[in-house]
């Protein structure tokens, strides 16, 4: 049966710009959000109750991290949105989840979109979007459901020695990007030992019936890695460029640590594209080279039995006239010749090589 598939730009139509609309497949997901309030000395966590909670964090001058889940509670977004002065058009990204990797710059705060990719349990690739918000004093995070990659940004944070709790809001966002970036290389691994496995079975001749549709769906899935990480490099060159007063000089090189890593991604993607394409070619010679040896026994039998077909024929026609016809060794004789004819048939095939 055919998976139908969904249009989620229908949720646009006849929509004004700016609109927020919501495409992810999560309509009935809670709102959560957990705040980080931090400086060297002190660092709060917290789980809010409402949106209105973490309208205070913003006159603070301690650094805060303010992580929203839930993309389907459009109002509450609208709210954050009205009271740190984002645009219209940047909280209508937010909400779609088919949104591009991307950077928005602006004069008060920076917007990037980025994606996060993990596999489930079942092996299957799970792409899930993250929107940022860098302000002077916070970062702002939108997930559409709860849980993402962050543990570690956690831990380190609620070190009282960490780096992170001595640097801004910048070195958090450069932290969280690349918490997300680092856990490309977990999917790139796996992706690849996917890949080394279908090699192994199409060198050992081992075709399965559902080997193609495996090959397909890897095939999709280093498709849909690639159109998530490639955007990022344009990200981070942008950063690193761009002289924002947001970004302190000195994180400037953390980005370009991101940037060496995701180039070396890039890659990697690049070489497994290669690879499927490779797969895909030696399961259809290896496919055509079975059909071969089928064909090639076939012929053999073919080819071993049109003389003896012939002989039977001659002989089970009905004239009176055919030497030997009512000899009584007859029969006998016509059998040792078509057994050697047959033998002699084997021998010449395995002589040359085709047996």
Known sequence: MTKKRT???????????GSIVYTGENPTEKLFINAFDYGPNFINELELKSVEDAFNFKQTES??????????????????????NLHPLILADIANTSQRPKIDV?????????KMLYYDENENIKIEQISLVLGANYVLTFQEIEGDVFDNVRERLRLENGRIRTLGADYLLY???????????????????????????????????????QVLSLKKEVLKVRRSIFPIREIISRIEKNEHTLINPNSIQYYGDIYDHVIQLSDSIDIYREMIWSLMDMYMTTISNKMNEVMKVLTIM???????????????????NIPELHYKYSYYILWVVMVLIFLGMIFYFKKKKWL
Do not use: R
């Open 7 to 17: 249009n989620k730009y229908k949720k646009h139509i006849k929509q004004s710009p």
């Open 302 to 320: 073919a080819s071993i039995f049109i003389p003896l077909t012939f002989i039977a024929g001659i002989y089970g026609m009905n004239f009176d």
């Open 175 to 213: 932290a969280l990007i690349d918490a997300i970036v680092d856990h490309y290389y977990i999917v790139s691994e796996t992706m690849g030992n996917k890949i080394e496995d279908l090699e192994d079975l199409l060198f050992n001749g081992e075709i399965k019936d559902d080997l193609s549709q």
């Open 106 to 114: 602006y004069d008060d705060y920076i917007f990037v979109v980025l």
């Open 63 to 84: 650094v805060s991290w303010i992580n929203i889940n839930g993309l389907n509670h459009i109002k509450d977004i609208e709210k954050v949105g009205k009271h740190y």
